[in-house]
Every structure is written in C-alpha cells, then in structure tokens.
C-alpha cells in the first residue's frame, strides 16, 4: 500500500467514525440551537482543540499507558457521560430551547468552547480510536513518526470542521424557524436532551465492554 492509499483509507476511517451520532455531534447540535451560529462554530473548535489533544497524546504514546491502567479509562468515560448526561437533563427540564438554559445559551462562546473540547477530551469514543485504530497507521517506513502524526491529525481536524461545521451551520439555521414557534422549540429543546442522555449512556455502556 502506498502512502496516498495508506491515508485515504485513514480519512475514510475517519469520517465513519466522526458521521456517527454521538456526544460530540450532540453537543454541538445543541450549542448551535441555543446559542445560534457563534455558539455552534465555537463548539466545533473546541471539539477540534480536543481532538488535537488526542493525537498528541496517541504520538507519545499516552494510549499505553491507558491501556495498562483500564481503570482509568473506565472514570474517564463515566465522568464525560455523566457530563454530557447532565447537559441533556437540563435540556429536558428546560421551558424552551431559547431560554431558561444557563448552561449553553447564557455562556460567553469560549466557555462554550472550553465545554467543547471538555466533552471531547471525556468522550471514550476518542481513545477507543487512539487505541485501536491511530497507531496502526504510524508506519516507520514513511518516515518521522511526528510528521505522520501531524498528517493524520490535520485530516481528524479537517473531518470534524467539514462535519460538525455543517452540522453547527444548519442548527443554526433552523434555529429561527424554532424561535418563531415556542411549542416547538419546547419540543426541540427536550429531544435534543433526550438526544444526549442516550448518546451519553450507550458511549458509557460501549466503552465500559470495551475496557
């Protein structure tokens, strides 16, 4: 396999990962629907800031380490479940998508994006990928291993801005046409929670068979 072939098919891995619903396409979802177009785009950069965390610590080889200790993979998902499963919960409690959601809408857009890249870094989904999958495409016969790392997480960021954005960008559009129905945005508002609870409990569940 050349080295063209060889990152193609990382992309193609990539981009299944990434397509499937999960906490981080949740979360931005409803970043976007609460807090409009800004909000949304800054959640994806704080995915793809997470996201860069997880390469660099794939390349030094951080995945070993958790690998040995199983233990603390397992906190690590439960707590971002819980997390994102409390972000849901407000969503369902909350009168409309709009309003009365201090948690994502009241927030200043780098909060948002610090909760971004939190629910990232927390998502077992990510190190289920680093562990099993990114290292396989670190070949010494292409060279510094560095250099391929960087190559493949700049094709992750480029997936996740080409994915999520689009994702951010149509919420957001439809935000408006929610805004204009309050009965649907109330509707919206508790899907969307609903939304995250079970993305946070299935990654929980998933992650915890894994490990």
Same mark, same amino acid.
């Given at each position: 396999?050349?080295?063209?072939?060889?990152?193609?098919?990382?992309?193609?891995?990539?981009?299944?990962?990434?397509?499937?619903?999960?906490?981080?396409?949740?979360?931005?979802?409803?970043?976007?629907?609460?807090?409009?177009?800004?909000?949304?785009?800054?959640?994806?950069?704080?995915?793809?800031?997470?996201?860069?965390?997880?390469?660099? =610590?794939? +390349? /030094? &080889? *951080?995945? @070993?380490? %958790?690998?040995?200790?199983?233990?603390?993979?397992?906190?690590? #998902?439960? !707590?971002?479940?819980?997390?994102?499963?409390?972000?849901?919960?407000?969503?369902?409690?909350?009168?409309?998508?709009?309003?009365?959601?201090?948690?994502?809408?009241?927030?200043?857009?780098?909060?948002?994006?610090?909760?971004?890249?939190?629910?990232?870094?927390?998502?077992?989904?990510?190190?289920?990928?680093?562990?099993?999958?990114?290292?396989?495409?670190?070949?010494?016969?292409?060279?510094?291993?560095?250099?391929? =790392?960087? +190559? /493949? &997480? *700049?094709? @992750?960021? %480029?997936?996740?801005?080409?994915?999520?954005?689009?994702?951010? #960008?149509? !919420?957001?559009?439809?935000?408006?046409?929610?805004?204009?129905?309050?009965?649907?945005?109330?509707?919206?508002?508790?899907?969307?929670?609903?939304?995250?609870?079970?993305?946070?409990?299935?990654?929980?569940?998933?992650?915890?068979?894994?490990?």
């Amino acid at each position: 396999m050349d080295q063209f072939t060889h990152l193609w098919l990382f992309f193609l891995m990539v981009l299944g990962i990434i397509i499937l619903p999960g906490m981080d396409m949740a979360f931005v979802m409803a970043s976007s629907l609460t807090g409009g177009r800004r909000a949304g785009l800054f959640a994806v950069g704080g995915i793809v800031a997470g996201g860069v965390c997880h390469v660099v =610590a794939g +390349a /030094l &080889g *951080l995945g @070993i380490v %958790l690998k040995l200790v199983p233990g603390m993979v397992n906190v690590m #998902l439960l !707590a971002g479940s819980l997390y994102i499963a409390w972000i849901g919960w407000s969503l369902t409690r909350s009168s409309s998508v709009f309003g009365g959601l201090p948690v994502l809408q009241e927030s200043p857009p780098w909060r948002t994006f610090r909760q971004a890249a939190l629910t990232c870094l927390l998502n077992p989904k990510a190190y289920l990928f680093m562990l099993a999958i990114f290292p396989q495409f670190l070949r010494l016969e292409y060279g510094s291993l560095w250099i391929q =790392a960087l +190559a /493949l &997480g *700049l094709i @992750i960021a %480029l997936t996740q801005t080409g994915v999520y954005g689009s994702l951010a #960008l149509a !919420a957001a559009g439809a935000r408006q046409w929610l805004a204009d129905r309050p009965g649907a945005g109330v509707v919206m508002a508790r899907a969307v929670g609903a939304v995250l609870i079970v993305c946070a409990g299935f990654t929980a569940w998933q992650g915890w068979r894994q490990f």
